[in-house]
């Protein structure tokens, strides 16, 4: 199994220094499991939205239909991730945050109180993100 870098990510998902993109699209395709850390998506999400200034739909889409590849190997609750950072107005990192907490049934303690509502919403009705 290989993991991959942020830079993998971008250069597949981007195709912006074209010799990358293709050894990142065979390595990605070819591979037969390919892990990918969260640190790494969420460093994707940041440099996607604030580098590449695309939309936050497009990214938790493109992303979202990545990780689905039967190869892709990610924590179980990375999908949901994406999916509270699609619909909710907080950060991917308060995203995983709150995805990790809901996936394992963990309280949370914080000061955020934007992000206590986030993770109460879902928390006191699961159901919504499905």
């Known amino acids: 199994m290989i993991s991959l870098d942020t830079n993998y990510l971008l250069r597949f998902l981007t195709n912006d220094i074209k010799p990358q993109a293709q050894t990142a699209r065979e390595v990605i395709l070819s591979t037969k499991e390919v892990c990918i850390s969260t640190?790494?998506?969420?460093e994707t999400v940041y440099f996607l939205?604030?580098?590449y200034k695309k939309d936050k739909k497009i990214v938790c889409r493109e992303l979202s239909l990545l990780i689905?590849?039967?190869n892709i190997k990610v924590k179980n609750y990375v999908s949901l991730t994406l999916r509270l950072y699609n619909r909710e107005n907080i950060s991917i990192y308060d995203s995983f945050f709150i995805a990790e907490a809901l996936e394992e049934g963990l309280e949370i303690k914080t000061f955020d109180q934007k992000l206590l509502k986030v993770f109460l919403k879902y928390r006191n009705n699961p159901n919504?993100?499905?």
């Open 39 to 42: 640190l790494a998506i969420a």
């Open 49 to 51: 939205r604030n580098h």
């Open 68 to 70: 689905k590849q039967p």
């Open 128 to 130: 919504v993100l499905s």
